[in-house]
């Protein structure tokens, strides 16, 4: 009598009177006379009242489980949609630093603007509306922590070097050139140069480096500093002009001829 008291269930399931949620009794009340008399349903010798709700729990139960793995399944479409959607923002992200929009040292008040025109951007902030921040700062402290170890390394290639100038006529590909040339003093080192130059997570730190002491040389010279123009590159130190200070700003001496390299002003996104 199990089979057929299931296709009876069945029945009311496809015509939405079962439910997942339904009790016994709910069901019982939910019945018509002609359901009640329907031989799929009534008590007999082959199934007592006893064994029918036995199976009408197990009915429920299976209505239940598969309730429950279709729950999963939606939360795990939602949760796969909801990281494309953020993965996309950090793609955003990735092609500003590249473009010189953003930098290790960009602060979210400075780029929001900018950031909410992108389509990327609405659809993280319908997720919450601190998500667009969060993955920013998250971004830009990841860079900025990447950056300061490679930056290290560099300082330390320049202050062993004795070659090693900038000037406004050196080319990228020639700094490039003499770093890895500063570096030859040991494999590792050499090897660790290369991948400073050529690690582009999302913009190479030697470019970095390189933009960053442009721009200090050229604010110094136009502030009529003594010396040189082409001059050794300085420490590793946030007191020196164009360095990143401890809570990961730039000086504005710096920031400001930055933003003629790339194009923005102090209220865009590399400020």
């Not at 040189?228 to 990143?244: A, K, Q, V, Y």
Request: charged share 35%; glycine share 4%.
């Amino acid at each position: 009598q199990r089979m057929p008291f299931f296709a009876f269930l069945k029945s009311k399931e496809e015509k939405g009177i079962l439910t997942y949620a339904s009790t016994w009794p709910l069901f019982l009340s939910s019945l018509d006379g002609n359901d009640k008399i329907d031989p799929r349903f009534v008590v007999s010798p082959f199934m007592s009242d006893s064994e029918r709700q036995l199976h009408y729990a197990d009915f429920v139960l299976e209505l239940q489980a598969a309730e429950d793995e279709k729950r999963r399944r939606i939360r795990d479409a939602r949760r796969r949609a909801e990281k494309a959607q953020r993965d996309a923002f950090r793609d955003t992200l990735r092609a500003f630093a590249k473009e010189g929009k953003i930098l290790p040292s960009s602060r979210w008040r400075n780029c929001e603007e900018e950031l909410t025109a992108e389509s990327s951007f609405g659809p993280v902030k319908d997720q919450d509306r601190n998500e667009p921040r969060n993955i920013f700062e998250d971004y830009v402290d990841e860079w900025l922590e990447v950056y300061r170890t490679d930056k290290s390394f560099l300082n330390g290639l320049v202050s062993n070097s004795k070659d090693l100038v900038v000037n406004p006529d050196t080319k990228y590909e020639t700094f490039t050139k003499a770093l890895l040339e500063a570096a030859a003093y040991s494999p590792d080192a050499y090897s660790d140069a290369r991948r400073v130059i050529n690690e582009e997570v999302p913009v190479s730190s030697a470019k970095l480096f390189f933009d960053e002491m442009l721009a200090t040389g050229k604010a110094s010279a136009n502030r009529g500093r003594s010396g040189p123009f082409g001059r050794r590159l300085p420490d590793d130190s946030s007191e020196d002009e164009g360095e990143i200070v401890e809570d990961g700003g730039v000086s504005d001496v710096v920031e400001t001829d930055k933003s003629k390299q790339t194009g923005t002003d102090k209220s865009d996104c590399a400020s």
